[in-house]
């Protein structure tokens, strides 16, 4: 069974870095798919943030592009999430998925989110 | 910059009725779609990609259909458990999700 799970601070201080980790147990992420993230503002809808493929290959969400990094860590089966410069517009949950598509389309695995919060 | 149109915002219905729920999109999109379920502090559950394709363990009560521009989330009698916040997605890396449909109580 894939699953999925997030990790990092739950507040972040404005203009500081933004840093989360998805484990990933049951599936090894150097096989293949897309492995990505999706965050959710409290009370609104669904934004996707990005993804990296198997391979190393990125995908950024343009009006995040300047400040995001998605990286993955083979040896510890896991990919990260780093957000530089946040704002109060950065205050969300943030869900790791397994995609079938660079866009994270089609995610059939989610972690149960974890909930960051910037704020001074 | 293509935008997915979900309608109605939110649909008011009892356990047992039919819920037809729509995802427009402002351009073609061929049958790239999924649709996603949502329940209060938890993650979204993918219900159905390709438009018409039922996820793993997903009730036969869920289906999906459509192509082009328009598509439709029909479950076809509602149980206590269905009620819950729909996102239908598109295979891009701009603009993806729709801005979801509530599904309530009636």
């Known amino acids: 069974q894939v699953q999925l799970q997030e990790s990092g601070p739950g507040l972040v201080k404005p203009s500081e870095t933004l840093s989360l980790t998805c484990a990933v147990s049951?599936?090894?992420?150097?096989?293949?798919?897309?492995w990505g993230w999706i965050r959710q503002p409290p009370g609104k809808g669904l934004e996707w943030i990005g993804s990296?493929?198997?391979?190393?290959?990125?995908y950024y969400n343009p009006s995040l592009k300047s400040r995001l990094t998605i990286s993955v860590d083979t040896s510890k089966n896991q990919f990260s999430l780093r957000l530089t410069s946040v704002t109060a517009a950065d205050t969300a949950v943030y869900y790791c998925?397994?995609?079938?598509?660079?866009?994270?389309?089609?995610?059939?695995?989610w972690g149960q989110g974890t909930l960051v919060t910037v704020s001074s | 910059e293509i935008v997915l149109t979900q309608s109605p915002a939110t649909l008011s219905l009892s356990p047992g009725e039919r819920a037809t729920l729509s995802c427009r999109a402002s351009?073609?999109?061929?049958?790239?779609l999924a649709w996603y379920q949502q329940k209060p502090g938890q993650a979204p559950r993918l219900l159905i990609y390709?438009?018409?394709n039922r996820a793993t363990g997903i009730p036969a009560r869920f289906s999906g259909s459509g192509s082009g521009t328009d598509f439709t989330l029909t479950i076809s009698s509602l149980e206590p458990e269905d009620f819950a916040v729909y996102y239908c997605?598109?295979?891009?890396?701009?603009?993806?999700f729709g801005g979801g449909t509530k599904l309530e109580i009636k």
């Open positions: 998925v397994r995609s079938w598509s660079s866009g994270s389309y089609y995610s059939d695995y």
């Open positions: 049951g599936y090894s992420i150097s096989s293949t798919y897309y």
């Open positions: 990296i493929y198997h391979s190393g290959s990125t």
């Open positions: 351009q073609s999109i061929s049958t790239y």
């Open positions: 390709d438009a018409s």
């Open positions: 997605q598109r295979r891009s890396n701009l603009l993806p």
